[in-house]
């Protein structure tokens, strides 16, 4: 039991859809992160929020779009997206710095973009 | 540039055997670094991770990491494998907000 819960778990979407991922921390956490994991390459860590502020946004392209309402929330708005953006979505919470503190991963969500 | 790398993408040993995976890094200073586990349908977990101290970490399930500041690596271990074991180990360097991930390594652990 990780305490971080992602919806949906899988999602398909065609390139002009509109669509979100929502990710929930029960950790009483800080931090929230956004990976992507796509097949055999490294994580990338897309967006880290601390204290419901974003801290880093490594060049990732505006289609993907983060919210982070409150310390307990994070959403990756998604929109006009290319089939290379099909992966395996990840999301993480931590009570510090990304680099630093264990990060809690939840389950991910499947996304695939026809 | 900072970078993670893990030489083995696939490795098969059987249950009971010893397991050595590898990780090497390159980063300016001297980072935290961590190995997570990914079971199949399922989000990382920590194994463990090191900042300073002593340089033989221990972890959960019965694994280890050695680190090794002379030839940069922070290499994971465990005596005896058993069957559930089997999944993708990632190696990490983190510093500050910055997180790097290795490209993982699998492990199949045959009967």
């Known amino acids: 039991e990780t305490g971080v819960t992602q919806t949906p778990r899988h999602l398909v979407m065609g390139m002009t859809n509109k669509k979100s991922l929502k990710c929930e921390q029960h950790?009483?956490?800080?931090?929230m992160y956004w990976y992507k994991q796509s097949a055999k390459k490294p994580l990338e860590l897309m967006f880290v929020?601390?204290?419901?502020?974003?801290?880093e946004n490594n060049s990732v392209p505006s289609r993907f779009s983060p919210e982070c309402p409150n310390s307990s929330h994070l959403f990756l708005h998604l929109h006009t997206l290319q089939p290379e953006d099909s992966a395996l979505y990840l999301c993480a919470s931590s009570r510090g710095l990304a680099g630093v503190d264990t990060q809690y991963f939840g389950p991910g969500t499947r996304l695939t973009v026809l | 540039a900072q970078s993670v790398t893990q030489p083995d993408i696939h490795i098969t040993v059987s249950e009971g055997a010893s397991l050595e995976l590898r990780c090497n890094y390159s980063?300016?200073?001297?980072?935290?670094l961590f190995w997570y586990v990914q079971s199949p349908g399922q989000g990382l977990q920590l194994l463990l991770k090191y900042f300073s101290g002593d340089t033989l970490v221990q972890g959960i399930k019965g694994f280890e990491a050695e680190f090794k500041r002379s030839q940069s690596s922070f290499n994971l271990r465990k005596p005896s494998v058993h069957w559930s074991d089997a999944a993708e180990y990632f190696c990490a360097v983190g510093f500050s907000n910055d997180m790097r991930f290795g490209a993982g390594t699998r492990l199949t652990v045959k009967p």
């Open positions: 980063y300016g200073a001297t980072p935290y």
């Open positions: 929020y601390s204290l419901e502020e974003r801290v």
């Open positions: 950790l009483g956490h800080n931090a």
